[in-house]
């Protein structure tokens, strides 16, 4: 067990394809966290889902970005018609507690390339 | 609006020497948390410290502390004893109501042999 597992590691995609990006949380994770992260730069957030009620979309970049995360584990994000500025890694977090300040774990993210 | 501000995109340290990581923060939020992250070249966001708001006392973990300065609104990362597998990017964060985490852009760090 676990950690944070998330998949693919890595993902080629040509510009205009769709992609999906599985994260699997901490069992027993409420909390569940998507992050952007350009080459050089600290992660930026996306979405925020508590079980799986997406409360927070506010950072998702357009509408061609959509989480989900149906049974309240396993989340997935997609990104459709994939452009070249979507390139980076995305990472996805988790946290015990509902509202909390206490630490959320990483997993080890998806590198996303477009070519 | 939450902001987080590393101002030293690099930093370099001898071994076995400390070294302080600066960070600062601004939020209207009266009750938060603030992170410090190291991300290693394999990419994975490792948890080293937490301060609440609220906490007295400054947070330590090991060879990390947190010089936790409210009224300055800065949370600098001290590393003691740097050893070569330090190296590393790190990062400043916080989280407050909103419950979205804020990272800072981040420091790389390199301890020199």
């Known amino acids: 067990g676990a950690g944070v597992s998330q998949s693919p590691r890595y993902k080629v995609a040509k510009r205009g394809q769709d992609v999906a990006l599985r994260c699997d949380p901490i069992s ?49 994000l997609k990104i459709q018609r994939t452009q070249q500025e979507d390139s980076a890694v995305y990472l996805c977090a988790s946290s015990l507690a509902q509202i909390s300040y206490n630490e959320q774990f990483f997993g080890p993210g998806t590198r996303l390339t477009v070519l | 609006a939450q902001k987080i501000t590393q101002t030293q995109p690099g930093m370099f340290v001898q071994e076995k020497e400390a070294v302080t990581l600066d960070c600062t923060y601004d939020t209207s939020d009266p009750s938060y948390g603030l992170f410090w992250y190291k991300q290693p070249s394999s990419g994975e966001m ?23 300065q409210k009224a300055r609104k800065s949370a600098n990362l001290v590393i003691s004893a740097s050893q070569l597998g330090d190296s590393a990017m790190y990062f400043c964060a916080m989280r407050a109501i909103s419950n979205d985490m804020r990272f800072g852009a981040g420091t790389r760090l390199t301890v020199k042999p």
Do not use: M
């Open chain 2, 46 to 68: 490792i948890f080293l410290i937490y301060q609440g708001s609220y906490d007295q006392q400054n947070a330590t973990e090991g060879r990390y502390s947190l010089n936790f």
């Open chain 1, 28 to 76: 027993g994770h409420v909390s569940l966290f998507w992050y952007q992260q350009a080459l050089g730069q600290g992660p930026e957030f996306l979405t925020y889902f508590q079980n799986e009620a997406q409360l927070d979309k506010s950072g998702l970049p357009s509408d061609r970005f959509f989480a989900e995360r149906p049974e309240g584990s396993v989340s997935t």
